[in-house]
C-alpha cells in the first residue's frame, strides 16, 4: 500500500525559505507521477508543482514559478518542495500525491506552513 508522509512545515518570515519533505512507501517514489498540493483556509485545494520523474517533466503553478522547485532524492525515496522567497500568501497547508492512472488517488496527511510578512 502506497503511503505518503509529508514533513518540514512551519511559520517563518515573509522572503524566507523551507523545504517540505514527502516521504514515500511502498512504491519507489522514481515510478510515481508525483505533485505537490495547497489549501489555505476557505479556499479549494490547488496545485502546486508536479513531475513525471521519467520524463524529467516539471510543472508549476503560476504563483509559485521561479521561487519554487520540485525535487526527489531515490536513495532516501523522497520527493521535496524547495521553497524560496515566500510570501504571505502562500500560507497553507500542503499537500503531497501520486497519481495513479489519470487519478490524484493518493494523499499525504499535509503540513501547515505560515508566512507571516
Known amino acids: 500500500q502506497l503511503q505518503l508522509v509529508e514533513s518540514g512545515g512551519g511559520s517563518v518570515q515573509a522572503g524566507d525559505s523551507l523545504r517540505l519533505t514527502c516521504t514515500v512507501s511502498?512504491?519507489?517514489?522514481?515510478?510515481?507521477?508525483m505533485g505537490w498540493f495547497r489549501q489555505a483556509p476557505g479556499e479549494e485545494r490547488e496545485f502546486v508543482a508536479g513531475?513525471?520523474?521519467?520524463?524529467?517533466?516539471?510543472d508549476y503553478a503560476d504563483s509559485v514559478k521561479g521561487r519554487f522547485t520540485i525535487s526527489k532524492e531515490n536513495d532516501k525515496n523522497a520527493m521535496y518542495l524547495r521553497m524560496n522567497s515566500l510570501k504571505p500568501e502562500d500560507t497553507a497547508v500542503y499537500y503531497c500525491?501520486?497519481?495513479?492512472?489519470?487519478?490524484?488517488?493518493?494523499w499525504g496527511q499535509g503540513t501547515q506552513v505560515t508566512v507571516s510578512s
Open positions: 500525491a501520486a497519481k495513479y492512472g489519470s487519478t490524484w488517488a493518493f
Open positions: 511502498g512504491r519507489t517514489v522514481s515510478s510515481l507521477t
Open positions: 513531475a513525471i520523474w521519467t520524463g524529467a517533466n516539471a
